[in-house]
């Protein structure tokens, strides 16, 4: 029986298009995922997107689009980079699949009749306008909201609570007892830092929008999307729909994470499942993140570090190897073009591709593409080839892809350096027969084992290396089992292919990312110019005053209410037909709840003429009345009747 062993990426936002952020967590945990079958596991990968909440409403509603058309839209998105990248993901889940709410719900049930979800009140800042609870010190000055530069009131609504306070102590003790559950070591200390600190409990829901799974019994509420996201990891694996699958595979094996998201998953996560009686995941690794260029990553940044854009200027494979060679998993890096041309062109091209190259090459010179048989096995590089294997085992254990490619490399150092030591064409001159079988024997078998040992890292060229050793069928059939030395059949024929890396011209590369980078930077100017602008708004917001030319924007004039009818399927909203002095038009107004449509007929009303057309249910509303609201309701001002429609208010 195989061992079984299952990972996950986060689920993805669909607000946001992917970007290298996202590819990299994505490609840590395939190469996780291929390593682990490589060394006969049966494995279980999940990736996904997580589609609920307030950011991917709002996402939509500023595209004029449902929230769930966007979310298909954007899975696609992720789909296809997936596929350009290789990634093997057994499932991919979406918050919005109907076997995945059914989970949510019924962990939310289970936790209510427990007593660990309450019912309570929530307390905060809310901006009306954006539909938005803040945190204190997310506020500007006066409590203004840090979106739209209104002020924001304290409100209360009724939400449900997790009671978190509870597992403070288990999760320490949990903590003490699993002492790899967090990796790296630096964020295991920081987590326990926090939950030493004290654990308030947690709203989970929502009352103020409405596009997630709603509250079982009570559907005012929807799930927080954090208890929504986090259960994605037993959805998608199938709990409550595929059993089996469920419990071959619980608890997971590895969560791979960014840093930012840690204390969900090294915090709630296990507090939910153990109020759930659950067992735990053994290990959550929060990776760092990347900058480009030096820079933190922007949006006009990202385009010069477009996941597309680098599969196609250096491809998937080298992406691949790029991000996880280039930093320690676990600490932050930087994305820099130039670096990624060198790691081409030295590692790749010169180092891997060369010796591969040059073996191929000199196998055809001597030997006309049939390989030779050896008279026994080269100790030196043999015994090499057998530590790195273990040692690569070893180093995967832990998540340690850079070190996994600094020991292959080891020995692709190795095998170079014996080629210029054995010199074959020497031995060729010397007619050495045997010595020469020995040593092109020695350099095409240490190929085949390193083409093994890169087949979770780099699969398209692992397959490519296979098929130019004459190797049959597929390289990702096979595991660590067939590194064992001497796998390569003498007489079988090579069938010598281009080299593996073409070589990238750095300063041409250099100059043509230079110039993508004088775009982005332009991009970046003009971002921050809008948002010193904005903040700017906010400013002046904040001391509350404008001046006159502000107002003057603003015109106001009398109008005349001619026709009022109520729109269909709307408690609030009123029709009208108002004159406005120099022409009829009309106006959707919110006073339907005051205002009946037969007294508002005749009426004579403030109205902002001069405010940008809007479309309320449909129907096209040109300005805006003034009214006084209250707690109670609307009231409209009173103008007497001698004032003419069209007169100006100032
Ligand atoms: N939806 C949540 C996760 C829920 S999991 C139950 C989420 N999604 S996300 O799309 O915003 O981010 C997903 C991952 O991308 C995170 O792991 C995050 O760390 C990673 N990255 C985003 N920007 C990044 C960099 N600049 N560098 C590296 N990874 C970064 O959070």
Redesign the pocket.
Known sequence: MKKSYYVTT????VN?VPHI??A??TIATDVMARFKRWTNHEVFFLTGT?EHGQKVEKAAKEKGRTPKSLADEMVKRFQELWKRLDITNNHFVRTTDDYHARVVQEFFSRLLESGDIYLGEYEGWYCTPCETYWLEDELGEGMICPDCGRPTERLKEPSYFFKLSKYQEPLLKFYQENPEFVRPQSRMNEIVSFVSGGLNDISISRTNFSWGIPVPGDPKHVIYVWFD??F?YLSGLGYGWNNERYQQFWPADVHF?????LRFHAVFWPAFLMAAGMPLPKRVFAHG??TVEGRK?SKSLRNVVDPHLLIDLYGADALRYFLLREVSFGFDGDFSHRAMAHRVNGDLANDLGNLFYRSLSMEMKYFKGEIPQPSGRDQEISSLAEAVVKDVVELMEMQEFKKSLERIWDLVKAINKYIDTKAPWQLAKEKREQELKDTIYTMLEGCRVIALLISPFMPNKAQEMWKQLGMEGSILERSVDDTAWGGLPAGQKVKKGDPLFPRIDEEKMVAKVEKMLAKAEKGEVKAEKKEAKAKEKVAKRADGLIDISEFAKVKLVVALIEKAERVPKSEKLVKLQVDVGTDRRTIVAGIGKDYSPEELVGKRVIVVANLKPAKLMGIESKGMLIAAVTKEGVRLPIIPEDVPPGTEVH
């Open positions: 986060p689920i993805y936002y946001d952020g996202h990299y967590t997580d996201a986090l994605n994470i960014g840093k930012d998201i993140w990347w990553m």
